[in-house]
């Protein structure tokens, strides 16, 4: 069983910044790939970041060059720090990682980003 919890998320204006992170109850967390997810309303959960076990991270092409995901192995946490925010990422974040063929989830954080 693993538990994933968000926190970071919030109201801020266009341009601005957030740093969400997730917190990870599992052993050898190092081991294993973390994501980034969001769902804005009405539409489909859309992946946003990866990070692998050594380090190795992609991007959804709407993010490049503004979001960094990034991971603390001593902490068990991953991290979105987000950049030049635009009010089309207004969605509800989440954290996800896999293990043993079973997808975890957080319970997801709002980032909402006024014009």
């Known amino acids: 069983q693993v538990q994933l919890v968000e926190s970071g998320g919030g109201l801020v204006q266009a341009g601005g910044s957030l740093r969400l992170s997730c917190a990870a109850s599992?052993?050898?967390?190092?081991?294993?790939?973390m994501d980034w997810y969001r769902q804005a309303p009405g539409k489909q959960r859309e992946l946003v970041a990866v990070?692998?076990?050594?380090?190795?991270?992609n991007y959804a092409d709407s993010v490049k060059g503004r979001f960094t995901i990034s991971r603390d192995n001593a902490k068990n946490t991953v991290y979105l720090q987000m950049n030049s925010l635009k009010p089309e990422d207004t969605a509800v974040y989440y954290c996800?990682?896999?293990?043993?063929?079973?997808?975890?989830w957080g319970q997801g954080t709002q980032v909402t980003v006024s014009s």
């Open positions: 990070i692998s076990s050594s380090g190795t991270t």
């Open positions: 996800h990682t896999v293990s043993q063929g079973t997808a975890y």
């Open positions: 599992r052993r050898f967390f190092g081991f294993y790939v």
